[in-house]
């Protein structure tokens, strides 16, 4: 089994930065995928950046490409959404996500693992 726990959301001014933080722990040795998707009331929950466990390649949706960035630090303990120039549609419920199955893919049904989720507001 994997667990995580995200951890880092909050309420901030369109303009501002935030990051996020997910810690990883159980039988990580075999994922090979992880990503950050969100989900706002009455939406579909949506892909926002995925990269393969290496760390090397991430993919971002378009709607955060160049904003955001995903990342891994060395220990392989945790991954990271760093979020610049939030606007008010970023607002969201920002969740972590984790597979083992060797595909990389934007679908959010393909991740077995989830944390619980944590709430990013831009408000101004």
């Known amino acids: 089994q994997v667990q995580l726990v995200e951890s880092g959301g909050g309420l901030v001014q369109p303009g501002m930065s935030l990051k996020l933080s997910c810690a990883v722990s159980?039988?990580?040795?075999?994922?090979?995928?992880m990503g950050w998707f969100r989900q706002a009331p009455g939406k579909d929950r949506e892909f926002v950046a995925i990269?393969?466990?290496?760390?090397?390649?991430?993919i971002y949706a378009d709607s955060v490409k160049g904003r955001f960035t995903i990342s891994r630090d060395n220990a392989k303990t945790t991954v990271y959404l760093e979020m610049n120039s939030l606007k008010p549609e970023d607002t969201s419920v920002y969740y972590c996500?984790?597979?083992?199955?060797?595909?990389?893919?934007?679908?959010?049904?393909?991740?077995?693992?989830w944390g619980q989720g944590t709430q990013v507001t831009v408000s101004s």
């Open positions: 990269m393969p466990w290496s760390g090397s390649s991430p």
């Open positions: 996500a984790a597979t083992k199955r060797a595909v990389l893919t934007r679908w959010p049904g393909n991740y077995e693992y």
């Open positions: 159980g039988r990580t040795f075999s994922l090979y995928a």
